[in-house]
């Protein structure tokens, strides 16, 4: 059987926070604002996965009023959710995603994200994709408020 979910997720830039993307810290002034490490892109992905599995969300699994969860890596909360789906008999195919940012851009750390991703979800390299785009001046992203991420993944069961 082959699943797909969709997962998004969004956060506003703050001061004193560190940027980080894909379990990847980005150098910029602004961090994004959350519970946890606020990894846009991560929590995207764990939507996805969850989805995919029909397990929820990623606030039923780590709740933003659960202090375990303060500042947590969100690299260490999709491998948890990694474990999960295996647990449930679902194998990961793929995933895709998109971020969405104005700024810093992307061009220079994608691969190193990618690898990042592809460690924690225990695929090969070639089976995430992570794509960039720009707000190009319109809504929160363009302004340069915050960054939003969509992902979608495919798993499959045997059940």
């Known amino acids: 059987m082959i699943r797909t979910g969709i997962g998004y997720d969004c956060h506003r830039?703050?001061?004193?926070?560190r940027l980080v993307l894909g379990g990847v810290e980005l150098q910029s002034e602004l961090g994004l604002e959350g519970h946890s490490?606020?990894?846009?892109?991560?929590?995207?992905?764990?939507?996805?996965?969850?989805?995919?599995?029909?397990?929820?969300?990623?606030g039923q699994h780590f709740?933003?009023?659960?202090?375990r969860y303060r500042d947590a890596d969100s690299l260490q909360l999709l491998r948890h959710t990694v474990e999960r789906l295996g647990a449930q008999g679902f194998?990961?195919?793929?995933?895709?995603a998109t971020i969405m940012l104005e700024r810093p851009h992307l061009s220079g750390v994608r691969e190193q994200i990618c690898a990042s991703l592809a460690e924690a979800l225990g695929l090969p390299a070639?089976?995430?994709?992570?794509?960039?785009?720009r707000g190009e001046g319109m809504?929160?992203?363009?302004?340069?408020?915050?960054?939003?991420?969509?992902?979608v993944a495919t798993v499959t069961s045997s059940g």
């Open 91 to 96: 194998a990961i195919e793929n995933v895709d």
């Open 63 to 67: 709740p933003d009023t659960d202090e």
């Open 13 to 17: 830039f703050a001061a004193g926070r």
């Open 37 to 58: 490490d606020a990894d846009v892109l991560t929590h995207a992905i764990i939507d996805a996965l969850l989805g995919a599995a029909a397990l929820g969300d990623i």
């Open 126 to 133: 070639g089976r995430v994709n992570v794509k960039a785009t």
């Open 139 to 151: 809504g929160f992203v363009g302004r340069g408020e915050g960054a939003a991420a969509l992902a």
